[in-house]
């Protein structure tokens, strides 16, 4: 079945460690993204890439990079720049073109600690 | 920055009433509109969408755009507990950065049996 697969669900850091978000989709969407969640609050977008090799920071970039070589992966790394890196991490999706819908595709969602 | 708000509640409704979830945007060149729904711990996923102004109805949901009043509702009938979720507001950005979306705060819903 086509979707998106985000790992790991759950993961611990120490404090000035860089960590890697997988995100990985078989819907051959071409645009994907990386979202911010925390306790009681709404999305907040950090990247976003619209095609393969180009990626445009979104309102949180800070602290956080990604890379888009293959058009089915969009990592994220949460270095240790991020002040407060503790969060429920989103990867999404979408597909292109005027006769799909324009929703977003979700993964399960990472969840991030630093210990 | 273009903002979406939503009254974050709890919004709490007895079975079988209608839950009314409401919300208002800043871009009034946005042009598509959506609804997602998130059990906590889990991730969003989509209840509706709607383009136009006006009503379009799916089952029990039917959603409300008024781009006017830069407005659009969700509306529930015949709430179930199984509706008791966060609901979150999304609106497509138009223009040079079609592909961004804005999300809210989200509104949660508590629908007592």
């Known amino acids: 079945d086509g979707g998106i697969t985000q790992s790991p669900k759950y993961l611990f850091r120490k404090e000035g460690q860089n960590v890697t978000l997988s995100c990985e989709q078989n819907?051959?969407?071409?645009?994907m993204y990386w979202y911010r969640q925390d306790p009681g609050q709404g999305l907040r977008l950090i990247y976003y890439?619209?095609?393969?090799?180009?990626?445009q920071k979104g309102d949180i970039a800070e602290g956080y990079s990604v890379s888009r070589e293959k058009k089915e992966s969009f990592p994220l790394t949460v270095t240790s720049a991020q002040k407060n890196p503790t969060a429920f991490y989103l990867c999404?999706?979408?597909?292109?073109?005027?006769?799909?819908?324009?929703?977003?595709?979700f993964g399960e969602g990472s969840r991030l600690t630093v210990l | 920055q273009k903002e979406v708000e939503q009254n974050s509640g709890p919004l709490s409704v007895p079975e079988g009433a209608i839950a009314s979830l409401n919300c208002t945007y800043s871009?009034?060149?946005?042009?598509?509109f959506f609804w997602y729904r998130q059990y906590s711990g889990k991730s969003p996923e989509l209840i509706m969408f709607?383009?136009?102004?006006g009503d379009k109805e799916d089952g029990r949901f039917t959603a409300q755009l008024n781009k006017a009043s830069q407005y659009v509702s969700l509306l529930i009938r015949d709430s179930q507990p199984s509706d008791s979720a966060t609901y979150l507001c999304?609106?497509?950005?138009?223009?040079?950065?079609?592909?961004?979306?804005?999300f809210g705060s989200g509104t949660k819903l508590n629908v007592k049996p």
């Open positions: 999304a609106v497509k950005e138009n223009g040079v950065n079609f592909n961004k979306f804005y």
């Open positions: 709607i383009y136009s102004n």
């Open positions: 999404a999706s979408k597909a292109s073109g005027r006769k799909n819908t324009g929703e977003l595709f």
């Open positions: 890439s619209q095609i393969v090799n180009d990626f």
């Open positions: 819907l051959n969407h071409d645009a």
């Open positions: 871009d009034r060149g946005s042009q598509s």
